[in-house]
């Protein structure tokens, strides 16, 4: 079936560690690929996005993600996090582009220890 | 409006009930969409609106859910004879182009 999968479900660093969030979807064709944060008792928030383009996406806070075609995946990095990262990071695919629903995976929760 | 607002932000309600939870897109916004978020879980897609198409229901779990959307603009998400699996925050989310999607605060709905 078609699906957005996020391998890590919780991840715990200490502060200036550095994070990878894995991302991998199954839809071939164009895709458009969002990566959204989620700050607890907040809405969510959008991270980055890529369209098309340069595969490395730069993003707010510190983050980017790399698409790779080959691979199917749109993975999250930060070389140095900080507590304030502590969040719920989810992964979302539009598969056709346009307006089309965004699919989502299970989200990544992470916790950054001082 | 400057975002997506829902309403209620928070809701109990007894088993065997309907509930209507409302949303207010980003005016201008075509596209509307409502998710589902469980304890624990992703979100879940339930339903789509695009101008005057016709909506996406590829996500209701069930035919106690529908939800419509007057004037192209506010949508209205109804769950009807409630169960305690409906527990869950009820997100909505609006898009101009397809290109960003903006997300209300949810409604966190108690099913008791």
């Known amino acids: 079936a078609q699906s957005v999968s996020q391998h890590n479900h919780h991840v715990i660093l200490s502060e200036a560690a550095s994070l990878e969030l894995g991302c991998n979807y199954s839809?071939?064709?164009?895709?458009?690929l969002f990566w959204y944060v989620q700050y607890p008792g907040q809405h969510l928030q959008l991270l980055l996005k890529?369209?098309?383009?340069?595969?490395l996406v730069k993003g707010i806070k510190g983050f980017e993600a790399e698409f790779i075609k080959s691979k199917f995946s749109f993975n999250l990095r930060k070389p140095s996090v900080q507590w304030s990262d502590t969040a719920e990071y989810f992964c979302?695919?539009?598969?056709?582009?346009?307006?089309?629903?965004?699919?989502f995976g299970a989200g990544t929760r992470l916790a950054v220890h001082p | 409006g400057a975002g997506v607002s829902q309403s209620p932000s928070n809701k109990v309600t007894e088993k065997g009930k309907d509930v209507e939870l409302r949303c207010d897109p980003i005016?201008?916004?075509?596209?509307l969409y409502w998710y589902r978020q469980s304890l624990g879980q992703g979100l879940e897609f339930l339903i789509y609106f695009q101008g005057n198409s016709a909506p996406d229901k590829s996500g209701l779990p069930s035919d106690r859910f529908s939800a419509e959307r007057t004037g192209g603009s506010v949508s209205t998400l109804t769950i009807q004879r409630t169960q305690q699996e409906d527990s869950a925050v009820y997100l909505c989310?609006?898009?101009?182009?397809?290109?960003?999607?903006?997300f209300g605060s949810g409604t966190r709905l108690t099913v008791v």
């Open positions: 839809y071939g064709g164009t895709v458009n």
């Open positions: 989310a609006s898009s101009l182009d397809g290109a960003g999607y903006t």
């Open positions: 890529y369209f098309s383009g340069d595969p």
């Open positions: 979302a695919v539009n598969p056709s582009g346009g307006y089309n629903k965004l699919i």
């Open positions: 005016s201008g916004h075509t596209a």
